[in-house]
């Protein structure tokens, strides 16, 4: 199953989980060197001898492999925040986001009332080709009986399997029942969310992460882009925590002329390397906005700050995360893994974008929460954790390093959005539930408009639907004053996802985008800026 099944994309309420997942750490390098072993040193022997005795005399009986993870995980904490060990159970689910793809059936579902719904078929999946639909309820999978249970973890486990394995799947559709046997098969897991030309000269890319198929997936849009036109490009970074480094240089590569520094790495261990541009990009002179916030890391930053430091981008949005330590994967001998940090990446000014790790864990993650706390903490003046004095050959612009990426335009959280009441549309993801069911009993009303871009010029939340929303959220017995931006606020994420289910996320992100601060202050800078000759 996807990771991002019924996931709404609401950068204000989800920042914080997705930046406290960010610990689990972010692998940089496609090369997984394998070790001899990681305990060779003197001191190994003594935790060994510590733990034979354990075994020999401790008073109650003990799990060695238990306590063997536990000396390694407190090894790590004495490091940094994205070394980590990836037990052998997690590693294969770890490295899906990398991979860019996962084995299974293809479709996205929720559990609604016991009963597990199908909200989208993945285009050209197994599910697809076997005549799946949105709507379809999951009766049986194989042997198990799919009605009444209330676990996700345990149906992904059915649905999911190695290529060439079957399932069959018991179904409801329309009070009918029938039966489908589906050959597993890889599932793709877009890096790209969403692009589109906002008008004529305008476009727009959206990228969710950076693994092995993103360079490919961001080079096709590109091209569809500049085919239709496109002199100028907004590349919407926010909350896309990073992953593989070398997608990133590709794709910073398309986009910067000559042979021009893009990054490079170094570590007491790895000399420094250097990654230059290598080949003539498709997008190397038009004007490039690239908007950012505290969700955006590692290689979300190595792009962002390349392009600030070569004056190719006007960076917009809110201080990137700071993630800037590089991660080598060993594998260990039982099949689990080690990601060690191995090297800082520095931009091409010698920028390093790394945060401060010396207070500790708890520290370095309570950095982010202060940001929600105290919003103008993220504006370059008060910024107090940035050192350094870097300046760009071509406009003069001063830049600092040691904090994440600093935008050159500021936009701050709309704090009225950041209403903890709000929060009740987003719990157990009840929007998703009510748009899915307003889909079903309206689809072909829906599907009645052409395009995304006619939808969200003419489609409008009606103050039932509004009332509907508030009615099932429980929200009427306990009546809450919500401002009128709110209630804007609410209706706009509604239609939002009502849109996915037709346009998935082309049209998600271009309904969010209309009513979207960081973005219109995009447009904005786009509109301002010269022509290009």
């Given at each position: 199953?996807?990771?991002?099944?019924?996931?709404?994309?609401?950068?204000i309420?989800?920042?914080?989980?997705?930046?406290?997942?960010m610990?689990?750490?972010?692998?940089?390098?496609?090369?997984?060197?394998?070790?001899?072993?990681?305990?060779?040193?003197?001191?190994?022997?003594?935790?060994?001898?510590?733990?034979?005795?354990?075994?020999?005399?401790?008073?109650?009986?003990?799990?060695p492999?238990?306590?063997?993870?536990?000396?390694?995980?407190?090894?790590?904490?004495?490091?940094?925040?994205?070394?980590?060990?990836?037990?052998?159970q997690?590693l294969?689910?770890?490295?899906?986001?990398?991979?860019?793809?996962?084995?299974?059936i293809?479709?996205?579902?929720?559990?609604?009332?016991?009963?597990?719904?199908?909200?989208?078929?993945?285009?050209?999946?197994?599910?697809?080709?076997?005549?799946?639909?949105?709507?379809?309820?999951?009766?049986?999978?194989?042997?198990?009986?799919?009605?009444?249970?209330?676990?996700?973890?345990?149906?992904k486990?059915?649905?999911?399997?190695?290529?060439?394995?079957?399932?069959?799947?018991?179904l409801?559709?329309?009070?009918?029942?029938?039966?489908?046997?589906?050959?597993?098969d890889?599932?793709?897991?877009?890096?790209?969310?969403?692009?589109?030309?906002?008008?004529?000269?305008?476009?727009y890319?959206?990228?969710?992460?950076f693994?092995?198929?993103?360079?490919?997936?961001?080079?096709e849009?590109?091209?569809?882009?500049?085919?239709?036109?496109?002199?100028?490009?907004?590349?919407?970074?926010?909350?896309?925590?990073?992953?593989?480094?070398?997608?990133?240089?590709?794709?910073?590569?398309?986009?910067?002329?000559?042979?021009q520094?893009?990054?490079?790495?170094?570590?007491?261990?790895?000399?420094?390397?250097?990654?230059?541009?290598?080949?003539?990009?498709?997008?190397?002179?038009?004007?490039?906005?690239?908007?950012?916030?505290?969700?955006?890391?590692?290689?979300?930053?190595?792009?962002?700050?390349?392009?600030?430091?070569?004056?190719?981008?006007?960076?917009?949005?809110?201080?990137?995360?700071?993630?800037?330590?590089?991660?080598?994967?060993?594998?260990?001998?039982?099949?689990?893994?080690?990601?060690?940090?191995?090297?800082?990446?520095?931009?091409?000014l010698?920028?390093?974008?790394?945060?401060?790790?010396?207070?500790?864990?708890?520290?370095?993650?309570?950095?982010?929460?202060?940001?929600?706390?105290?919003?103008?903490?993220?504006?370059?003046?008060?910024?107090?954790?940035?050192?350094?004095?870097f300046?760009?050959?071509?406009?003069?612009?001063?830049?600092?390093?040691?904090?994440g990426?600093?935008?050159?335009v500021?936009?701050?959280?709309?704090?009225?959005?950041?209403?903890?009441?709000?929060?009740?549309?987003?719990?157990?993801?009840?929007l998703?539930?009510?748009?899915?069911?307003?889909?079903?009993?309206?689809?072909?009303?829906?599907?009645?408009?052409?395009?995304?871009?006619?939808?969200?010029?003419?489609?409008?939340?009606?103050?039932?639907?509004?009332?509907?929303?508030?009615?099932?959220?429980?929200?009427?017995?306990?009546?809450?004053?919500?401002?009128?931006?709110?209630?804007?606020?609410?209706?706009?994420?509604?239609?939002?996802?009502?849109?996915?289910?037709?346009?998935?996320?082309?049209?998600?992100?271009?309904?969010?985008?209309?009513?979207?601060k960081?973005?219109?202050?995009?447009?904005?800078?786009?509109?301002?800026?010269m022509?290009?000759?």
């Amino acid at each position: 199953m996807s990771k991002h099944h019924i996931k709404v994309f609401f950068p204000i309420f989800f920042s914080v989980a997705v930046i406290l997942g960010m610990f689990i750490g972010y692998k940089l390098h496609s090369n997984m060197p394998n070790t001899k072993s990681f305990f060779g040193t003197a001191s190994a022997n003594t935790e060994s001898e510590v733990l034979q005795i354990i075994e020999e005399r401790y008073v109650d009986s003990v799990n060695p492999e238990k306590l063997s993870k536990a000396a390694i995980i407190s090894m790590l904490q004495e490091l940094d925040p994205h070394s980590v060990f990836i037990p052998y159970q997690k590693l294969s689910e770890v490295n899906e986001d990398l991979e860019g793809s996962f084995q299974g059936i293809g479709i996205e579902f929720n559990i609604i009332k016991d009963t597990v719904h199908v909200l989208n078929v993945v285009e050209g999946g197994p599910s697809a080709r076997a005549g799946l639909e949105i709507g379809d309820k999951i009766i049986r999978v194989d042997s198990h009986n799919a009605v009444g249970m209330k676990d996700s973890e345990a149906f992904k486990k059915w649905v999911k399997g190695p290529k060439g394995t079957e399932v069959q799947l018991q179904l409801s559709r329309s009070g009918k029942i029938f039966t489908k046997k589906i050959n597993r098969d890889f599932i793709p897991m877009p890096s790209l969310d969403a692009y589109y030309m906002i008008d004529k000269t305008k476009g727009y890319i959206r990228l969710n992460r950076f693994s092995n198929n993103t360079y490919k997936e961001f080079i096709e849009a590109l091209q569809s882009l500049t085919s239709k036109g496109m002199k100028k490009l907004i590349l919407d970074l926010r909350d896309n925590g990073g992953g593989i480094l070398e997608e990133a240089i590709d794709i910073i590569d398309e986009l910067v002329g000559g042979d021009q520094m893009i990054v490079y790495t170094e570590g007491l261990k790895n000399p420094r390397k250097e990654y230059k541009a290598k080949r003539k990009g498709i997008f190397e002179d038009g004007k490039i906005v690239v908007m950012i916030n505290e969700g955006s890391a590692s290689a979300s930053e190595v792009i962002a700050g390349a392009l600030q430091d070569l004056d190719r981008a006007t960076i917009v949005g809110r201080r990137s995360f700071g993630k800037g330590l590089v991660q080598e994967q060993f594998m260990l001998s039982d099949g689990s893994a080690l990601r060690l940090t191995t090297a800082r990446y520095f931009t091409p000014l010698g920028r390093s974008i790394q945060k401060p790790y010396d207070k500790g864990f708890q520290d370095y993650s309570s950095e982010v929460l202060e940001r929600y706390h105290n919003p103008t903490s993220q504006s370059a003046d008060s910024n107090n954790i940035q050192k350094g004095n870097f300046v760009t050959s071509k406009s003069g612009k001063k830049l600092f390093g040691g904090g994440g990426i600093t935008p050159d335009v500021y936009v701050p959280l709309d704090e009225q959005l950041l209403d903890s009441n709000l929060n009740i549309f987003f719990r157990n993801n009840m929007l998703t539930f009510f748009a899915y069911k307003y889909f079903m009993v309206h689809q072909k009303q829906l599907r009645g408009f052409e395009t995304f871009e006619k939808y969200q010029s003419t489609f409008q939340i009606e103050d039932k639907t509004y009332t509907d929303l508030l009615r099932e959220a429980g929200i009427m017995s306990s009546p809450r004053n919500f401002s009128i931006a709110q209630q804007l606020f609410i209706k706009e994420r509604l239609k939002a996802v009502i849109g996915r289910m037709v346009w998935k996320q082309n049209g998600l992100n271009y309904v969010l985008n209309a009513s979207d601060k960081t973005f219109i202050k995009a447009t904005e800078i786009l509109n301002d800026q010269m022509t290009d000759k």
